[in-house]
């Protein structure tokens, strides 16, 4: 059953977007009761054209809405929250998803009333998949993480972590897609080098990183093991494999997950 919850979202994005449409696909929320706003309208069209009612200014969003997702870039969370902050009361549950935005800068904007929570979430959430972490902040309690914890797991997982983690979430989940994608397009230019038809290589490519991660969390075997089920003798897998570990493919995908995370910290000063 929808939640009679009203939604708002401050700043209009891709992750806002991802977020609200997965949340209404899923029946977490009826869309009328789903707020927005941006200073771009075109993006404002974009949340009308799926029934969500866009209003002028943040001030609007938080008096229509009770949990507000702040979804604008980390650098202005805090000019947001100090803007809504005399609008704020008890009943408000604030959810940033601002990277490296700590709790202490949110509850300092935001001032004494509102509740606030910190989540990580990432796209995948449009498709009902998302992995994300969440931290609990000033105020908040288990009707607030409960809350969260049904629109989150409508749309995918989402775990309970220490605030000092987030930015290692941010590093390996919340970027993580970008980098999967970019593992889908080259394991498709491969494909398509290897004489296949572009449509069908990017099918396979997707196809394969699907019933991969399946395989992983529905067996619960270490991925080593799930990889030495693939490379028979001898065979074609390890010669693929054995150009990739040339590569240095672990460390470029332990290299990006430490970059990014160090650029969630940097954002946080
Ligand atoms: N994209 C992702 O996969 C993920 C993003 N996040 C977090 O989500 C947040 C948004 O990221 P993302 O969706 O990618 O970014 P976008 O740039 O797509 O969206 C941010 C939107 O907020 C708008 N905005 C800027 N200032 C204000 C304001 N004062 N009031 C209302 N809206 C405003 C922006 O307008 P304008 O363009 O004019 O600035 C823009 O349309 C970031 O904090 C990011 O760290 C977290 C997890 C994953
Ligand atoms: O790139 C970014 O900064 C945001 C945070 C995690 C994913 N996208």
Do not use: W
């Given at each position: 059953?929808?939640?009679e919850?009203?939604?708002?979202?401050?700043?209009?994005?891709?992750?806002?977007?991802?977020?609200?449409r997965?949340?209404i696909?899923?029946n977490m929320?009826?869309?009328?009761?789903?707020?927005c706003?941006?200073?771009?309208e075109?993006?404002?069209?974009v949340?009308?054209s799926f029934?969500t009612?866009?209003?002028?200014?943040?001030?609007?969003?938080?008096?229509?809405?009770e949990?507000?997702f702040?979804?604008?870039?980390?650098?202005?969370?805090?000019?947001?929250?100090r803007?809504?902050?005399?609008?704020?009361?008890?009943?408000?549950?604030?959810v940033s998803?601002?990277a490296?935005?700590?709790?202490a800068v949110l509850?300092?904007?935001?001032g004494?009333?509102?509740?606030?929570i910190?989540v990580?979430?990432?796209t995948p959430?449009?498709?009902?998949?998302?992995a994300?972490?969440?931290?609990?902040?000033?105020?908040a309690?288990s009707?607030?993480?409960?809350?969260?914890?049904?629109?989150?797991?409508?749309v995918g997982?989402i775990f309970?972590?220490?605030?000092k983690?987030?930015?290692a979430?941010?590093?390996?989940?919340?970027s993580g897609?970008?980098?999967?994608?970019?593992?889908?397009e080259?394991l498709?230019d491969?494909?398509v080098r290897?004489?296949?038809?572009?449509?069908?290589a990017?099918?396979?490519?997707?196809?394969?990183v699907?019933?991969?991660?399946?395989?992983?969390?529905?067996?619960?075997?270490?991925?080593?093991?799930l990889k030495?089920?693939?490379?028979?003798?001898?065979?074609?897998?390890?010669a693929?494999v054995?150009?990739?570990?040339?590569?240095?493919i672990?460390?470029a995908?332990?290299n990006?997950?430490?970059?990014?995370?160090?650029?969630?910290?940097?954002?946080?000063?």
């Open positions: 059953m929808p939640t919850t009203k939604i708002g979202f401050i700043g209009a994005g891709q992750m806002a977007e991802a977020l609200a997965g949340f696909n899923q929320v009826e869309a009328e009761h789903v707020f706003t941006d200073p771009v075109a993006r404002k069209e949340f009308r029934g009612v866009p209003v002028d200014g943040n001030i609007a969003v938080a008096e229509a809405a949990v507000i702040i979804a604008v870039k980390p650098q202005y969370v805090p000019v947001v929250l803007e809504i902050s005399p609008k704020l009361t008890e009943k408000h549950l604030i998803i601002a490296g935005v700590t709790l509850t300092e904007a935001a004494p009333k509102a509740k606030i910190r990580m979430p990432n959430c449009l498709v009902g998949e998302t994300a972490a969440m931290c609990l902040g000033h105020g309690g009707a607030d993480a409960d809350l969260l914890q049904r629109l989150f797991e409508s997982r309970r972590v220490d605030e983690l987030l930015s979430v941010t590093g390996l989940s919340g897609p970008a980098y999967i994608f970019l593992v889908i080259a498709s491969g494909g290897a004489g296949l038809p572009r449509d069908v990017q099918a396979l490519a997707a196809q394969t699907l019933g991969s991660a399946k395989l992983v969390l529905e067996t619960g075997k270490h991925p080593g093991a030495d089920m693939v490379t028979s003798p001898a065979g074609t897998t390890i693929g054995h150009e990739l570990e040339k590569a240095g672990r460390a995908f332990m990006a997950v430490t970059a990014a995370s160090a650029r969630a910290d940097e954002l946080a000063e």
